[in-house]
């Protein structure tokens, strides 16, 4: 197995999650793509709520939710940093570092930035007569900016630009006559992203209901290997809705639903054993055939939906009690967990905290905990102008 091929397998055995028990295995037909740390969540408040965000109420972590929702923000601006420990039921050196933020020019358009960088630790290198080759880190990043604009009085439009790296290999290449070297790979994306916002029942009404739908991660495929192997980017439509009810004076509580859709390739298996992944396919050809292209027809195409579940409390806009579901088919990973979170918000800053349960015993994402730590940024340059600075 080439050095690559390690890396990668390594790789997809730590993100994909896939079941380690599956009822039908002529049918488990997964969906593995590149830089696939692009479909974690990165923040602790939407993680707490099953991964739910398409149609949240804005934040400083909408970026990677859905960056439209920043023409709606309340603030002026603000940003965050949220950190995650991942994987550690099997390792304890990987993890998600997400630093993101946006700055209203003026009421109807808004602007946004985030990088996202991906630790897979420290790997030990050993050839095939078991000597010992050193050891590499590898590690994959994206930095992206965003431009969203009310279209409306509720209705707002984004889109977002992407540069991605992922060095998996550390330069590192195989030895001997004709070994290849494998170098980091490197693409570009864009996200094109919408959201409605309306209150029900008229002015002064305490309900709310909102819809947010993002196509993201759509750009060039990536190579390690001087192209000669070419992979897909995790092109992902995320489509969600969100009912927002103003219980009390000092409560509110909101309920939302997502659905999430790999827009690639599936994979086919050949007469031969062998699977076709459709690398041979357009990017822009993959995006409109990857709701028509499952073998097992739409049946399967509806398998490959992953939902959400989410809900959240606040109390008094400053306590926040938050827990959500997570959906996956058995045969197309089988990921099922429940998710719990809390948020406290401050007078500047808010403190978000959240952890997985899995459904599974021994599941990779047991134990999961994220950390995120926004900064309202309006709230600190009030606060600067009339005196002491609290939290």
Aim: proline fraction near 4%.
């Amino acid at each position: 197995m080439s050095l690559s091929m390690k890396f990668r397998t390594v790789f997809l055995i730590f993100v994909s999650l896939f079941s380690l028990t599956v009822a039908a295995q002529e049918t488990y037909n997964p969906i593995s793509t590149a830089v696939p740390f692009l479909t974690i969540t990165p923040d602790s408040r939407h993680s707490a709520m099953g991964d739910v965000g398409a149609a949240t109420s804005p934040d400083a972590n909408s970026q990677y939710m859905n960056p439209s929702k920043f023409a709606f923000a309340q603030d002026k601006w603000g940003f965050s940093l949220s950190y995650t420990p991942w994987l550690r039921q099997l390792v304890s050196d990987v993890n998600l570092a997400y630093l993101s933020g946006f700055y209203q020019l003026d009421p109807l358009q808004a602007i946004g930035t985030s990088l996202r960088y991906f630790s897979m630790g420290q790997i030990a290198l050993t050839g095939t007569d078991q000597t010992n080759m050193g050891s590499v880190s590898p590690s994959e990043f994206a930095f992206d900016v965003s431009y969203s604009r009310k279209l409306s009085d509720n209705f707002s439009g984004g889109v977002a630009l992407r540069y991605i790296r992922s060095d998996l290999s550390g330069g590192f290449g195989g030895t001997g006559a004709g070994a290849e070297t494998y170098s980091a790979g490197n693409a570009f994306a864009t996200d094109v992203s919408f959201f409605y916002n309306k209150r029900l029942g008229g002015e002064g009404s305490a309900n709310s209901l909102a819809a947010g739908i993002n196509l993201s991660n759509i750009g060039s495929k990536i190579s390690y290997n001087q192209g000669s192997t070419k992979e897909f980017l995790p092109a992902n439509m995320k489509l969600g809705t969100t009912f927002t009810t103003q219980m009390s004076d000092s409560s509110s509580f909101s309920f939302s639903v997502d659905a999430n859709k790999l827009m690639v390739p599936t994979p086919k298996k050949n007469s031969d054993g062998t699977y076709d992944n459709g690398s041979n396919k357009s990017v822009i050809s993959s995006v409109f055939s990857s709701f028509n292209d499952a073998p097992g027809g739409m049946k399967e195409e509806l398998q490959e939906v992953t939902l959400s579940l989410g809900a959240e409390y606040w109390y008094k806009k400053q306590f926040a009690v938050r827990a959500g579901y997570f959906n996956e088919s058995q045969y197309k990973g089988n990921r099922k967990y429940a998710t719990v979170g809390v948020g406290v918000k401050l007078l500047i800053a808010a403190i978000d905290v959240s952890y997985v349960i899995p459904f599974q015993r021994n599941n990779p994402l047991a134990n999961t905990v994220r950390f995120s730590l926004l900064f309202n940024m309006d709230s600190f340059l009030k606060r600067k102008k009339t005196g002491p600075l609290k939290l």
